[in-house]
Protein backbone atom coordinates (compact mmCIF):
# COMPACT_ATOMS: atom_id res chain seq x y z
CA UNK A 1 0.00 0.00 0.00
CA UNK A 2 1.28 3.59 -0.81
CA UNK A 3 2.34 6.34 1.59
CA UNK A 4 -0.37 8.96 1.62
CA UNK A 5 0.82 12.55 1.99
CA UNK A 6 -1.18 15.90 2.18
CA UNK A 7 0.63 18.70 0.07
CA UNK A 8 0.16 22.00 1.61
CA UNK A 9 -0.13 23.95 -1.60
CA UNK A 10 -0.18 27.93 -1.61
CA UNK A 11 -0.84 28.00 -5.35
CA UNK A 12 2.96 29.11 -5.66
CA UNK A 13 5.57 27.00 -7.71
CA UNK A 14 7.77 25.47 -4.70
CA UNK A 15 4.53 23.53 -3.53
CA UNK A 16 3.28 22.63 -6.70
CA UNK A 17 7.16 21.68 -7.36
CA UNK A 18 6.39 19.65 -4.33
CA UNK A 19 3.14 17.78 -5.19
CA UNK A 20 5.02 16.93 -8.65
CA UNK A 21 7.80 15.13 -6.61
CA UNK A 22 6.06 13.24 -4.58
CA UNK A 23 3.62 12.04 -7.02
CA UNK A 24 6.47 10.94 -9.41
CA UNK A 25 7.11 9.06 -6.47
CA UNK A 26 3.94 7.04 -6.13
CA UNK A 27 2.89 8.77 -2.95
CA UNK A 28 -0.79 8.66 -2.67
CA UNK A 29 -1.63 12.28 -2.55
CA UNK A 30 -4.25 15.30 -2.24
CA UNK A 31 -3.59 19.11 -2.35
CA UNK A 32 -4.90 21.61 0.82
CA UNK A 33 -4.82 24.95 0.90
CA UNK A 34 -5.30 26.65 3.71
CA UNK A 35 -8.25 29.46 3.94
CA UNK A 36 -6.87 31.28 6.51
CA UNK A 37 -8.65 34.57 6.25
CA UNK A 38 -10.95 36.16 3.72
CA UNK A 39 -10.07 39.64 2.34
CA UNK A 40 -12.76 41.56 4.58
CA UNK A 41 -10.98 40.09 7.70
CA UNK A 42 -8.03 41.83 6.82
CA UNK A 43 -9.61 45.19 5.10
CA UNK A 44 -8.50 44.30 1.67
CA UNK A 45 -10.56 45.37 -1.23
CA UNK A 46 -8.98 43.09 -3.78
CA UNK A 47 -7.55 39.45 -4.20
CA UNK A 48 -3.95 40.21 -4.02
CA UNK A 49 -2.08 38.15 -1.00
CA UNK A 50 -1.08 34.52 -0.58
CA UNK A 51 -3.97 32.12 0.57
CA UNK A 52 -6.60 34.56 -1.97
CA UNK A 53 -8.59 33.21 -5.03
CA UNK A 54 -6.60 33.39 -7.59
CA UNK A 55 -3.68 31.29 -5.57
CA UNK A 56 -6.28 28.54 -4.93
CA UNK A 57 -7.17 28.37 -8.54
CA UNK A 58 -3.49 27.87 -9.07
CA UNK A 59 -3.23 25.38 -6.46
CA UNK A 60 -6.18 24.04 -7.79
CA UNK A 61 -5.22 23.91 -11.27
CA UNK A 62 -1.73 22.05 -10.94
CA UNK A 63 -3.53 19.49 -8.41
CA UNK A 64 -5.87 18.68 -11.47
CA UNK A 65 -3.08 18.46 -13.78
CA UNK A 66 -1.29 15.77 -11.44
CA UNK A 67 -4.69 13.53 -10.99
CA UNK A 68 -5.04 14.79 -7.64
CA UNK A 69 -7.64 15.36 -5.03
CA UNK A 70 -8.01 18.66 -4.22
CA UNK A 71 -9.26 20.60 -1.37
CA UNK A 72 -9.46 23.84 1.30
CA UNK A 73 -9.91 23.84 4.73
CA UNK A 74 -10.87 26.32 6.36
CA UNK A 75 -8.27 27.61 9.65
CA UNK A 76 -9.45 31.28 9.92
CA UNK A 77 -10.68 31.17 13.64
CA UNK A 78 -7.09 29.45 14.29
CA UNK A 79 -5.06 31.52 11.89
CA UNK A 80 -6.76 34.92 14.09
CA UNK A 81 -5.76 33.46 17.16
CA UNK A 82 -2.30 32.33 16.89
CA UNK A 83 -0.92 34.33 14.33
CA UNK A 84 -2.66 37.54 13.95
CA UNK A 85 -3.38 38.56 17.29
CA UNK A 86 -0.37 37.57 18.51
CA UNK A 87 1.13 39.71 15.74
CA UNK A 88 -0.92 42.48 17.13
CA UNK A 89 0.13 41.56 20.54
CA UNK A 90 3.86 41.74 20.52
CA UNK A 91 3.81 45.01 18.78
CA UNK A 92 1.96 46.38 21.60
CA UNK A 93 3.88 45.28 24.07
CA UNK A 94 7.49 46.69 22.12
CA UNK A 95 8.25 43.81 20.18
CA UNK A 96 8.63 43.03 16.37
CA UNK A 97 6.71 39.77 15.57
CA UNK A 98 7.70 36.63 13.44
CA UNK A 99 3.90 35.75 12.07
CA UNK A 100 5.33 33.04 9.02
CA UNK A 101 7.30 31.40 11.93
CA UNK A 102 3.89 31.34 13.80
CA UNK A 103 1.70 30.26 10.73
CA UNK A 104 4.56 27.41 10.53
CA UNK A 105 4.24 26.07 14.42
CA UNK A 106 0.17 26.74 14.78
CA UNK A 107 -1.42 26.11 11.15
CA UNK A 108 1.08 23.82 8.85
CA UNK A 109 2.36 21.77 11.57
CA UNK A 110 -0.59 21.54 13.80
CA UNK A 111 -3.69 21.94 12.45
CA UNK A 112 -2.69 20.39 9.42
CA UNK A 113 -0.97 17.54 11.13
CA UNK A 114 -4.36 17.09 13.39
CA UNK A 115 -5.86 17.01 9.40
CA UNK A 116 -2.88 14.05 8.51
CA UNK A 117 -4.42 12.08 11.49
CA UNK A 118 -7.99 12.32 11.10
CA UNK A 119 -7.46 11.55 7.48
CA UNK A 120 -5.38 8.90 8.03
CA UNK A 121 -2.76 9.76 6.23
CA UNK A 122 1.11 9.56 6.58
CA UNK A 123 2.71 12.82 5.81
CA UNK A 124 2.51 16.22 5.36
CA UNK A 125 4.05 17.66 2.41
CA UNK A 126 5.18 21.57 2.36
CA UNK A 127 7.79 23.22 -0.53
CA UNK A 128 10.27 24.62 2.66
CA UNK A 129 13.86 24.41 1.45
CA UNK A 130 14.75 22.15 4.22
CA UNK A 131 15.71 19.04 4.95
CA UNK A 132 15.17 15.81 7.76
CA UNK A 133 17.39 13.39 8.16
CA UNK A 134 17.32 10.52 10.46
CA UNK A 135 20.16 9.00 12.23
CA UNK A 136 20.68 6.43 15.14
CA UNK A 137 16.85 7.07 15.82
CA UNK A 138 16.56 10.85 15.92
CA UNK A 139 15.54 12.92 13.44
CA UNK A 140 17.42 15.93 12.57
CA UNK A 141 16.43 19.07 10.76
CA UNK A 142 18.72 20.44 8.32
CA UNK A 143 19.34 23.57 5.72
CA UNK A 144 18.28 22.90 2.15
CA UNK A 145 21.05 22.89 -0.49
CA UNK A 146 19.79 25.92 -1.88
CA UNK A 147 21.59 28.46 0.71
CA UNK A 148 19.85 31.32 -0.68
CA UNK A 149 16.19 29.28 -0.08
CA UNK A 150 17.52 27.98 2.76
CA UNK A 151 14.28 27.98 5.18
CA UNK A 152 15.35 26.27 8.34
CA UNK A 153 15.47 29.20 10.40
CA UNK A 154 11.38 29.59 10.17
CA UNK A 155 11.04 25.59 10.88
CA UNK A 156 12.90 25.53 14.18
CA UNK A 157 10.20 24.87 16.65
CA UNK A 158 9.35 21.26 14.88
CA UNK A 159 8.82 18.27 17.42
CA UNK A 160 10.49 14.82 17.02
CA UNK A 161 7.07 13.37 15.98
CA UNK A 162 6.65 15.95 13.60
CA UNK A 163 9.74 15.60 12.04
CA UNK A 164 8.94 12.14 11.58
CA UNK A 165 5.37 12.59 9.48
CA UNK A 166 7.00 15.72 7.38
CA UNK A 167 8.33 15.62 3.89
CA UNK A 168 10.38 18.40 2.22
CA UNK A 169 11.18 16.77 -0.96
CA UNK A 170 13.02 20.37 -2.23
CA UNK A 171 15.58 20.73 0.64
CA UNK A 172 18.01 18.97 -2.15
CA UNK A 173 17.04 21.55 -5.04
CA UNK A 174 18.11 24.72 -6.16
CA UNK A 175 15.47 27.87 -6.90
CA UNK A 176 16.00 27.56 -10.83
CA UNK A 177 15.69 23.83 -10.80
CA UNK A 178 12.38 24.18 -9.05
CA UNK A 179 11.25 26.56 -11.78
CA UNK A 180 12.70 24.46 -14.72
CA UNK A 181 10.84 21.62 -13.02
CA UNK A 182 7.74 23.56 -13.23
CA UNK A 183 8.47 24.56 -16.68
CA UNK A 184 8.43 21.07 -18.05
CA UNK A 185 5.75 20.08 -16.36
CA UNK A 186 3.68 23.11 -17.54
CA UNK A 187 2.23 24.40 -14.64
CA UNK A 188 0.59 27.82 -14.78
CA UNK A 189 2.48 29.30 -11.82
CA UNK A 190 6.55 28.24 -13.20
CA UNK A 191 7.18 31.84 -13.37
CA UNK A 192 5.08 33.15 -11.00
CA UNK A 193 6.64 35.83 -8.21
CA UNK A 194 7.78 34.65 -4.42
CA UNK A 195 5.47 36.46 -2.12
CA UNK A 196 7.66 38.51 0.17
CA UNK A 197 5.66 40.03 2.26
CA UNK A 198 3.44 39.49 5.46
CA UNK A 199 0.36 37.77 3.83
CA UNK A 200 -1.96 39.85 5.62
CA UNK A 201 -0.37 42.99 5.54
CA UNK A 202 0.63 43.04 1.82
CA UNK A 203 1.39 46.62 1.58
CA UNK A 204 3.89 46.29 4.36
CA UNK A 205 2.38 49.36 6.54
CA UNK A 206 2.25 47.31 9.65
CA UNK A 207 0.94 50.23 12.16
CA UNK A 208 -1.93 50.92 9.41
CA UNK A 209 -3.13 47.37 9.75
CA UNK A 210 -2.86 47.58 13.20
CA UNK A 211 -5.02 50.69 14.04
CA UNK A 212 -7.56 49.46 11.07
CA UNK A 213 -7.72 46.15 12.39
CA UNK A 214 -7.98 46.86 16.43
CA UNK A 215 -9.74 50.14 16.00
CA UNK A 216 -7.35 51.72 18.54
CA UNK A 217 -5.31 54.61 18.34
CA UNK A 218 -1.71 54.55 19.93
CA UNK A 219 -0.80 57.87 21.10
CA UNK A 220 1.92 60.17 20.35
CA UNK A 221 4.74 59.93 23.15
CA UNK A 222 8.71 61.18 23.25
CA UNK A 223 12.13 60.18 21.63
CA UNK A 224 14.50 60.04 24.16
CA UNK A 225 18.40 59.13 24.15
CA UNK A 226 19.87 57.11 25.87
CA UNK A 227 20.58 58.84 28.84
CA UNK A 228 16.52 59.22 28.91
CA UNK A 229 16.46 63.20 27.54
CA UNK A 230 14.16 64.32 25.41
CA UNK A 231 14.96 64.32 22.13
CA UNK A 232 11.72 64.27 19.97
CA UNK A 233 8.38 63.06 19.13
CA UNK A 234 7.18 59.96 17.88
CA UNK A 235 3.64 59.19 16.16
CA UNK A 236 2.69 56.02 18.60
CA UNK A 237 4.99 53.00 19.60
CA UNK A 238 3.75 50.55 17.14
CA UNK A 239 5.19 52.63 14.02
CA UNK A 240 9.35 51.75 15.28
CA UNK A 241 11.41 48.49 15.53
CA UNK A 242 15.01 47.91 16.63
CA UNK A 243 17.35 49.36 14.00
CA UNK A 244 15.11 51.83 12.41
CA UNK A 245 16.18 54.78 10.81
CA UNK A 246 14.04 55.85 8.03
CA UNK A 247 10.47 56.97 8.71
CA UNK A 248 11.60 58.55 12.43
CA UNK A 249 10.46 62.24 11.19
CA UNK A 250 12.66 64.12 12.98
CA UNK A 251 16.35 65.48 11.87
CA UNK A 252 19.09 65.41 14.48
CA UNK A 253 21.93 66.55 12.62
CA UNK A 254 23.16 62.79 12.41
CA UNK A 255 22.13 59.39 11.91
CA UNK A 256 19.92 57.87 14.82
CA UNK A 257 18.06 54.79 15.02
CA UNK A 258 15.54 52.99 17.46
CA UNK A 259 17.28 50.96 19.72
CA UNK A 260 14.18 50.76 22.23
CA UNK A 261 11.01 51.34 23.67
CA UNK A 262 9.65 51.29 26.87
CA UNK A 263 5.59 50.61 26.99
CA UNK A 264 4.81 51.66 30.60
CA UNK A 265 6.56 55.74 29.37
CA UNK A 266 5.10 54.91 25.83
CA UNK A 267 9.02 56.44 24.64
CA UNK A 268 11.22 55.32 22.29
CA UNK A 269 14.54 55.06 22.26
CA UNK A 270 16.92 56.78 19.47
CA UNK A 271 20.48 55.84 19.82
CA UNK A 272 23.81 56.06 17.09
CA UNK A 273 25.07 53.01 14.90
CA UNK A 274 27.57 52.76 17.65
CA UNK A 275 25.18 52.18 20.49
CA UNK A 276 22.65 49.40 18.69
CA UNK A 277 25.21 46.66 19.01
CA UNK A 278 24.67 44.29 21.53
CA UNK A 279 26.64 40.58 22.24
CA UNK A 280 24.31 38.83 24.58
CA UNK A 281 20.98 37.74 24.65
CA UNK A 282 17.92 35.28 26.22
CA UNK A 283 15.62 33.39 24.76
CA UNK A 284 12.70 31.63 25.80
CA UNK A 285 9.81 29.37 24.43
CA UNK A 286 12.84 27.40 23.27
CA UNK A 287 12.87 24.63 21.03
CA UNK A 288 15.83 22.13 20.88
CA UNK A 289 16.53 19.45 17.99
CA UNK A 290 18.95 17.76 19.54
CA UNK A 291 19.01 15.05 21.94
CA UNK A 292 20.20 15.90 25.43
CA UNK A 293 21.72 19.28 24.68
CA UNK A 294 24.66 19.89 27.20
CA UNK A 295 24.65 23.44 29.30
CA UNK A 296 26.94 25.50 26.86
CA UNK A 297 27.32 24.71 23.36
CA UNK A 298 29.40 26.16 21.07
CA UNK A 299 27.54 27.21 18.07
CA UNK A 300 26.67 29.93 14.95
CA UNK A 301 23.55 31.80 15.41
CA UNK A 302 21.42 34.03 13.50
CA UNK A 303 18.87 36.55 15.06
CA UNK A 304 17.33 37.76 11.58
CA UNK A 305 15.77 35.45 8.67
CA UNK A 306 18.40 36.65 6.23
CA UNK A 307 21.45 37.37 8.16
CA UNK A 308 24.85 35.61 8.01
CA UNK A 309 25.66 32.63 11.03
CA UNK A 310 27.74 34.36 13.49
CA UNK A 311 29.69 32.39 16.38
CA UNK A 312 28.09 32.75 19.76
CA UNK A 313 27.80 30.19 22.81
CA UNK A 314 24.62 29.42 24.39
CA UNK A 315 24.34 28.77 27.99
CA UNK A 316 20.43 26.74 28.91
CA UNK A 317 19.39 28.36 32.30
CA UNK A 318 17.92 26.59 35.03
CA UNK A 319 14.38 28.40 33.98
CA UNK A 320 15.45 26.60 30.58
CA UNK A 321 15.65 30.06 28.96
CA UNK A 322 18.58 30.33 27.18
CA UNK A 323 21.46 32.48 27.55
CA UNK A 324 23.56 33.21 24.22
CA UNK A 325 26.86 35.30 23.93
CA UNK A 326 27.97 36.28 20.51
CA UNK A 327 32.02 36.48 20.11
CA UNK A 328 31.72 39.75 18.18
CA UNK A 329 28.93 42.05 18.97
CA UNK A 330 25.49 42.22 16.74
CA UNK A 331 23.32 45.10 15.35
CA UNK A 332 19.60 45.88 16.56
CA UNK A 333 19.38 42.67 18.26
CA UNK A 334 15.21 42.42 18.35
CA UNK A 335 12.52 41.27 21.11
CA UNK A 336 9.92 39.33 19.80
CA UNK A 337 12.65 37.64 16.84
CA UNK A 338 13.68 34.45 16.87
CA UNK A 339 17.28 33.20 17.85
CA UNK A 340 18.25 29.97 15.82
CA UNK A 341 21.45 28.15 16.42
CA UNK A 342 23.48 26.13 13.82
CA UNK A 343 26.19 23.75 14.06
CA UNK A 344 26.82 23.25 10.08
CA UNK A 345 24.01 22.66 8.28
CA UNK A 346 22.20 21.13 11.45
CA UNK A 347 19.57 23.12 13.48
CA UNK A 348 20.63 22.65 16.98
CA UNK A 349 17.35 24.94 18.01
CA UNK A 350 15.80 28.58 18.48
CA UNK A 351 13.67 30.32 20.86
CA UNK A 352 12.02 33.27 20.95
CA UNK A 353 14.01 36.92 22.38
CA UNK A 354 13.33 38.62 24.81
Not at 279 to 302: E, G, M
Request: charged share 25%; glycine share 8%.
Amino acid sequence: MNNKAIIAMSGGVDSSVAAYLLTSRGYDCIGATMKLYDNDDIMLSREKTCCSLDDIEDARSVARKLGMPYYVFNFKDEFKQKVIDKFISTYENGGTPNPCIDCNRYLKFEKLFQRMKELEFDYVVTGHYAVVEKKDGWYYLKKGKDESKDQSYVLYSLSQEQLSHILFPLGEYSKSEIRKIAESQGFVNANKKDSQDICFVPDGNYAGFIEKYTGKTYPDGDFVDVNGNIIGRHKGIIRYTNGQRKGLGVAFGKPMYVSGKDISKNTVTLSTNEELYSDTLTAVDFNWLIPNPDKAIKCNARVRYNMKEQSATAYINEDNSVKIVFEKPQRAITKGQAVVLYDGDTVLGGGTIL
